[in-house]
């Protein structure tokens, strides 16, 4: 009976404080949270946004700016681009699944930049011309 009545002075203390958290605590506590996770997914956009903008781009001259039209209310003009010559890594793939495409895809363009395009070294090198006596 003793570990019983230590069991029901635990509840009742639980119950004392649960009662006492009030409504503009539980709301401080919300706001504080949900700021919190704003600031964290605002300041992963802006990373990612930064390392987007130092990526590798093609280089390329302006040829014309064509104007906008008289219609649209803001200024936005076309631009005509000569791109100097770069290569691409590209690979095709038959596959329904987007996620299994892009899985595949990005694995076959990855080896090939990380050098899996080089033909493998023999170990015996077969292809030296024979010694003719």
Not at 59 to 81: D, F, G, I, K
Request: aromatic share 8%; proline share 5%.
């Amino acid at each position: 009976q003793t570990h019983i009545h230590t069991f029901d002075i635990y509840l009742s203390t639980m119950k004392i404080q649960s009662n006492s958290i009030q409504p503009t605590t539980l709301l401080q506590l919300f706001l504080t949270v949900a700021a919190s996770l704003l600031t964290l997914r605002l300041g992963a956009g802006l990373a990612a946004w930064r390392t987007a903008n130092r990526l590798e781009k093609p280089a390329y001259t302006v040829v014309r700016r064509l104007p906008s039209a008289p219609s649209t209310h803001r200024r936005c003009q076309v631009e005509v681009r000569k791109y100097e010559p770069y290569l691409i890594a590209e690979t095709t793939i038959d596959e329904s699944s987007m996620r299994k495409a892009g899985s595949l895809g990005f694995g076959r363009c990855a080896g090939y930049i990380f050098g899996k395009n080089q033909p493998r070294q023999s170990k015996t090198n077969n292809e030296e011309p024979e010694a003719m006596a």
